[in-house]
């Protein structure tokens, strides 16, 4: 079938079958293996995209569903090849990765969180991402990151403001 989405800013035309996942269709037609697969069953938050600003899990989406979306996959959230966005950059610094399976989905989960609430707590930051499983971090580290990107962001935002724009 036949399926137009706008996969980080640019639009796409898919043909897939329809019973393939967002995620398959991701991977397999468009060459983004930034959205890991993990358990397929939606459990383990690995396959986390956004959707139209919502975080999906894209293994319980199908990919005809996604038709006339907007789909941001973890390629889509650089600013620029070669650089890192705020959120990133933030898990880098506070040590929020280990193995990095987990990472993109909980980057896209964070970045959904962060852009309806400049401002979370903790116990915001651990709900936006509990939906993502980490084995390797103990989840300490990837809450500091999200709490630097938040603080980042609305810095950034502060100094945007003061220079008039």
Excluded: W
């Excluded at 899990?57 to 090849?81: F, K, M, W």
């Amino acid at each position: 079938m036949k399926t137009n989405l706008t996969v980080n800013g640019q639009q796409v035309q898919i043909d897939v079958e329809p019973r393939v996942t967002l995620l398959d269709a991701l991977r397999d037609e468009l060459g983004l293996k930034g959205t890991h697969a993990g358990c397929e069953h939606g459990v383990c938050g690995a396959c986390t995209v956004e959707i139209d600003g919502e975080a999906v899990r894209s293994c319980l989406i199908l990919g005809v569903q996604c038709d006339g979306t907007e789909v941001t996959t973890i390629e889509g959230v650089v600013p620029a090849p070669g650089e890192m966005d705020i959120i990133q950059d933030s898990f880098c610094a506070t040590h929020g990765l280990q193995c990095g399976y987990c990472t993109p989905g909980m980057i896209l989960a964070a970045k959904t969180l962060l852009a309806k609430n400049r401002d979370p707590s903790d116990e915001e930051i651990r709900e936006a991402i509990s939906g993502n499983i980490c084995r390797c971090t103990g989840y300490g580290q990837i809450v500091e990151a999200v709490r630097l990107a938040a603080r980042r962001l609305r810095e950034s935002n502060a100094a945007a403001v003061e220079a008039g724009q």
